[in-house]
């Protein structure tokens, strides 16, 4: 059984034609075959390449009524359970396919405190259109186990501006079939009566907020209501809803809202600040004060100015508790808003409150035990005398978890450190039922703390890693080396990369130099010692070199342009040149990057891979044109390639141990081209195959036992379904090696298989980190004749 977009069921009868005893060849298919049959499936188990974290964390969301039960969202990565056992987060939305990858994207989630099996997540990536679907609503009765889905006629902004602000999205905690849902883009706020299956949206609320971070198709959307909280003592469980509501709107105006009538009207909140600052967070304590924490920017890059303030609901008086800059006077210019607010569950009057942002050089953490009268620092500058300013922190910080963390440097000038504690801190919660026990989301990770009320006597707090099991990172490159000790390097958005001898440890980030973004890599196929990557760097410093199988790196002494853009490198067969296009003009080297000559005859940023027999010959790809270099990338001449698509964008590559061998990936729907194509005269010709739809990414592994040509691995489309699929008859035929819950969304920048390791795939993803893949099994054919039924609402 499973459900349609629109929450209806849909029951699926299947029936199997088994073929008893017999396994069907894939390699002896006929075309006949091909078109009634959908392409055979390999059972293959999928587990994360180990990085921990590796992407921002703007929402953690502790189940209020149920010990342990506590959730994390991710704004491109989806969202997350925190196993108890074994305090590793569980993926919950790996089922999310190509066609809605914008579902990863988590806006907001909300779990039910009198239901705690019942968990929803408001998705959508982006409000503009690089997203081409609208939102959803995601309600699970299984704690993320499965999903029922019900669109919306709006998007969701879970990469947008503002996205660490919320939750968005609430459940009544008297009367828990009735959700209210903050939007975006003008949308106002909506309500459900049916445990999130059907929305409308509260007319009588008409606030939509009048604050857009900037301009264009990112910045310059409204960010809309923010958040929403229930006084829960104004109802009467499983009777009366809550009478009394608060909404948080980003409008510089008018920020606050209230209903004293169950939603059916709407009033400012009186006496509410008006100093032009946003409504970041807010929190109700159990005594009847609302906090707020405020700043003059949604974040998550950017929040200058700031306030909290508490208000007693009770009274109608507003205090301004904002903690002191510092005391310094020097330091008058240091100044930031606010973001992440937590008050304990078992004392109202016990705060917390983080910086948003403090860029520079650190974000603070402030904890308060008297109700914001006072404040203490996790960490003081001592004075600013002499530089660099002494630094002391009230915590250590342990990140062996993640050694990462600390971007490979090991000193740095206080009152800087590595790690930092944090940035992007947008969120900041105390376990409801653990006073010690504290978590917060930054750009890179989940930090938390296990003794948090040693803070209040004055003793050290020790902040760990909290992130493991959670993977989002976003992977722009992978290779796999056929030989030395690493069986994978790494090129990873935001995080530079990563080479894992052992997939399941954790390794340090790459370094000398350290990527912003790692942006390609290469290794020379005769001499896989010697490795090269590229990306955008520090210092300006885009690409490094190894020549111990990455080991250790090394910068080059120059390099050809100043953009500080990595671009695409490729390496020759055995390591004697190195051809990159810096997102600019083709360079070569021959001396290890000592000195950089321009290419001739190719276009600038081109896409350039090296042949993995003949060290001389190099091909690129620019603006629909195949090239080829047969003296070391020096040169290159357009080639007449015969098949060769010239509408569409393509990602190429050489296959290892055969020269001129080489296949191509890419498309676009728009103008009907879209596939897999295969060269074996060095790329005077392509031939596309017939029975593949689309191919976005490829890659090659070990050849089956008995075979001599290497296994290819795509994302792509066979027989109408998209997939990861395996070929080891060179294309002839397709095994899709992935299933239906386990898609992984966006799946088009990287993959490789293993040279060494027979069905062992290596896929990248755009926020749910590095997969890999290895077989379980057999192929065999299913038939199914399907009959479908759907009851109406």
């Known amino acids: 059984m499973t459900l349609n977009k629109s929450g209806k069921i849909v029951v699926v009868l299947g029936v199997a034609l088994a073929l008893m005893g017999v396994w069907w060849s894939t390699a002896h298919r006929s075309s006949a075959q091909a078109k009634t049959l959908t392409a055979p499936s390999e059972p293959y188990t999928w587990q994360n390449v180990e990085v921990v974290g590796g992407g921002f964390v703007p929402g953690i969301i502790f189940n209020t009524a149920e010990e342990g039960l506590v959730y994390a969202r991710t704004d491109i990565g989806g969202a997350y359970r925190l196993d108890t056992a074994t305090n590793r987060w569980i993926p919950l939305l790996d089922w999310i396919g190509w066609d809605q990858w914008g579902w990863t994207g988590v806006d907001s989630l909300a779990t039910d405190a009198l239901d705690p099996d019942r968990v929803y997540a408001f998705v959508g990536t982006y409000t503009n259109d690089w997203d081409p679907n609208n939102a959803a609503i995601l309600r699970s009765a299984d704690r993320g186990a499965t999903w029922a889905i019900t669109d919306l006629p709006f998007k969701g902004g879970g990469n947008m501006p503002g996205r660490a602000m919320g939750e968005r999205l609430a459940i009544d905690p008297n009367v828990n079939s009735i959700l209210y849902l903050g939007t975006r883009s003008g949308n106002g706020l909506w309500r459900s009566d049916d445990f999130g299956v059907t929305w409308s949206r509260v007319v009588t609320f008409t606030a939509v907020g009048n604050y857009a971070p900037g301009t264009g198709d990112y910045d310059g959307d409204l960010i809309g209501v923010v958040w929403v909280v229930f006084d829960k003592s104004t109802g009467q469980t499983g009777i009366m809803p809550s009478r009394t509501i608060y909404v948080g709107v980003a409008d510089t105006d008018t920020a606050l809202y209230q209903s004293t009538d169950a939603g059916r009207t709407w009033e400012p909140i009186p006496g509410q600040p008006d100093q032009g600052y946003l409504p970041y967070h807010g929190v109700l304590a159990s005594n009847g004060v609302l906090y707020v924490t405020y700043s003059n920017n949604c974040g998550p890059y950017a929040g200058g100015n700031g306030a909290v303030w508490k208000y007693n609901t009770r009274t109608g008086v507003w205090t301004d508790i904002t903690p002191p800059l510092h005391p310094d006077p020097s330091l008058s210019w240091w100044t930031y808003g606010y973001g992440g607010l937590a008050v304990d569950a078992s004392d109202p009057d016990v705060l917390m409150v983080s910086s948003q942002q403090s860029w520079w050089p650190d974000d603070i953490l402030f904890r308060s035990t008297d109700g914001g009268a006072t404040w203490e620092r996790i960490w003081n500058i001592m004075n600013t005398t002499n530089w660099p300013w002494p630094r002391v922190n009230d915590y250590v910080q342990d990140i062996s978890a993640a050694p990462w963390l600390d971007w490979g440097r090991t000193v740095d000038p206080l009152p800087e450190t590595a790690p930092k504690l944090g940035w992007m801190i947008g969120d900041l919660e105390i376990d409801p039922f653990n006073s010690d026990r504290m978590m917060y989301g930054t750009g890179a990770t989940i930090y938390g703390s296990n003794n ?328 065999g054919y299913k038939i199914f004749l399907p009959l479908v039924l759907r009851n109406h609402p």
């Not at 350290?514 to 090269?532: C, I, K, M, Q, R």
């Not at 075979?707 to 035929?733: E, N």
């Open 452 to 779: 948090l009320t040693d803070w209040d006597m004055d003793e050290i707090v020790t902040i760990t890693v909290m992130a493991q099991g959670l993977e989002e990172t976003a992977v722009l490159d992978l290779i796999s080396p056929p030989t030395g000790t690493a069986h994978l390097i790494s090129a990873l958005g935001d995080i530079g990369g990563f080479r894992h001898d052992d997939l399941s440890v954790v390794p340090g980030m790459t370094t000398n130099p350290t990527l912003g973004s790692g942006t390609s890599l290469d290794y020379a196929e005769l001499e896989p010692n010697f490795v090269v990557r590229v990306g955008n760097g520090d210092n300006m410093m885009n690409l490094g070199y190894s020549q111990d199988g990455g080991i250790t790196w090394t910068p080059p002494v120059t390099e050809p342009l100043s953009n500080n853009r990595g671009g695409n490198v490729a390496v020759a067969a055995d390591g004697s040149a190195i051809v990159w296009s810096p997102e600019g003009a083709v360079y070569y080297s021959t001396d290890l990057g000592d000195t950089w000559t321009a290419s001739a005859g190719i276009s600038e940023s081109a896409t350039i891979e090296s042949d993995r027999v003949n060290p001389d010959v190099f091909y690129g790809y620019a603006n629909g044109n195949f090239y080829r270099s047969e003296d070391g990338g020096a040169t290159f001449a357009a080639t007449i390639s015969a098949g060769w698509p010239t509408t569409v964008s393509l990602k190429f590559k050489a296959v290892p141990g055969i020269e001129g061998d080489l296949w191509a990936a890419g498309g676009d729907d728009d103008v009907d081209v879209y596939g897999l194509w295969h060269s074996t005269d060095g790329g005077d010709n392509f031939t596309k195959l017939a029975n593949v739809e689309k191919a976005d990414v490829f890659g090659f592994g070990a050849p089956a036992p008995g075979a001599d040509y290497m296994a290819i691995y795509i994302s792509g489309q066979v027989d109408g379904v998209r997939g990861i699929y395996r070929s080891t008859t060179m294309g002839a035929s397709w095994v899709r090696i992935n299933d239906d819950q386990h898609q992984y969304a966006w799946t088009g920048d990287a993959i490789t298989g293993d040279p060494r390791i027979y069905g062992r795939v290596y896929l990248g993803t755009n926020g749910r980190g590095i997969l890999y893949g290895d077989s379980l099994g057999a192929v």
